[in-house]
Nanobody, 122 residues
Framework: QVQLVESGGGLVQPGGSLRLSCAASGSIFKINAMGWYRQAPGKQRELVAAITSGGGTKHADSVKGRFTISRDSAKNAVYLQMNSLKPEDTAVYYC????????????????WGKGTLVTVSS
């Protein structure tokens, strides 16, 4: 029904920048919020940033001032601009749709992408 495709990950040196993209496809009627999570080896998945349908944003304290989430509702896409990257930002980054409703369904559910690896290393 709904597929999420993430892109933009890769290897970058400390202090560098990357821009992650996530595009949702399928018969989507409405999306409540979209977000980015990350999971480093041996750690739990954590919220990086989220953006509501109204444009309200939330960023984790660890990325405030360095990462910026944005959204193109017309394209059902969400982006994460990551600047001043640090080695501790190394993780698999996942895109998530919160309470997305597909055409013909009265209920919404969450959807996850498969993830894109970001490695920050010199």
């Amino acid at each position: 029904q709904v597929q999420l495709v993430e892109s933009g990950g890769g290897l970058v040196q400390p202090g560098g920048s990357l821009r992650l993209s996530c595009a949702a496809s399928g018969s989507i009627f409405k999306i409540n919020a979209m977000g980015w999570y990350r999971q480093a080896p041996g750690k739990q998945r954590e919220l990086v940033a989220a953006i509501t349908s109204g444009g309200g944003t939330k960023h984790a304290d660890s990325v405030k001032g360095r990462f910026t989430i944005s959204r193109d509702s017309a394209k059902n896409a969400v982006y994460l601009q990551m600047n001043s990257l640090k080695p501790e930002d190394t993780a698999v980054y996942y895109c998530k749709l919160d309470n997305a409703v597909v055409l013909g369904s009265p209920y919404g559910r969450d959807y996850w992408g498969k993830g894109t690896l970001v490695t920050v290393s010199s």
